[in-house]
C-alpha cells in the first residue's frame, strides 16, 4: 500500500476492498510512524483457509512510502524544527569532498554484463587457469 510521506509520519486512515467485496478501514493513529517497506497484518481478513472456507488467514499489507522529489529550502528549517536533530558528524581534515550522482540501473546492468563477457571469454581462452584450489591434507 503506497502512503504519502506525511501520512507515514502523521498517521492516516484507508479503505481497503476485501476479497468478499466489504470495505474495511485500517486507522494508523498520529505519533505512529510507518517506515517504508513496513509489514502489518490483519487477522481473519486475508485469503480462505484451505478446507474451511468460513475461516480466513491474515490479509499482509507492506507500507511503500512516497517520498517527494525535492523540498523547497525555504521549508527545511521548519521540517527539521519538528523532527529529531541530525547527528553530528566530525569531518576529518584530509576528507575530499566528493559529489553524489544518480545511477542509471539500465547503465549500470550493462556495464556489469560487458564486464562479465570479458571474464567469461578470458576463462575460454585459459582453460583451467585462475581456479583455486581446495588444499587437502
Known amino acids: 500500500m503506497h502512503v504519502e510521506l506525511v501520512e507515514a509520519l502523521c498517521?492516516?486512515?484507508?479503505?481497503?476492498?476485501?476479497?468478499?467485496?466489504?470495505?474495511?478501514v485500517i486507522t494508523v493513529m498520529p505519533g505512529e510512524v510507518t517506515k517504508h517497506g513496513e509489514v502489518k497484518c490483519i487477522l481473519n481478513?486475508?485469503?480462505?483457509?484451505?478446507k474451511n472456507p468460513f475461516e480466513k488467514g491474515q490479509?499482509?499489507?507492506?507500507?511503500?512510502?512516497?517520498?517527494?522529489?525535492?523540498?523547497?529550502?525555504?521549508?527545511v528549517?521548519?521540517?527539521?524544527?519538528?523532527?529529531?536533530?541530525?547527528?553530528?558528524?566530525?569531518?576529518?581534515?584530509?576528507?575530499?569532498e566528493c559529489q553524489l550522482m544518480d545511477l542509471d540501473p539500465e547503465q549500470e546492468h550493462r556495464r556489469r554484463r560487458a564486464h562479465q563477457g570479458n571474464a567469461y571469454e578470458e576463462?575460454?581462452?585459459?582453460?583451467?587457469?585462475?581456479?583455486v584450489q581446495c588444499a587437502t591434507g
Open 59 to 75: 490479509l499482509v499489507i507492506q507500507f511503500l512510502v512516497n517520498f517527494p522529489n525535492r523540498i523547497p529550502p525555504e521549508v
Open 77 to 96: 528549517p521548519a521540517l527539521e524544527s519538528c523532527l529529531p536533530p541530525r547527528p553530528q558528524v566530525e569531518i576529518p581534515e584530509l576528507a575530499e
Open 45 to 50: 481478513e486475508g485469503m480462505p483457509m484451505y
Open 123 to 131: 576463462d575460454e581462452e585459459h582453460p583451467g587457469m585462475n581456479r
Open 11 to 24: 498517521g492516516f486512515q484507508k479503505v481497503i476492498r476485501t476479497l468478499d467485496d466489504r470495505d474495511i
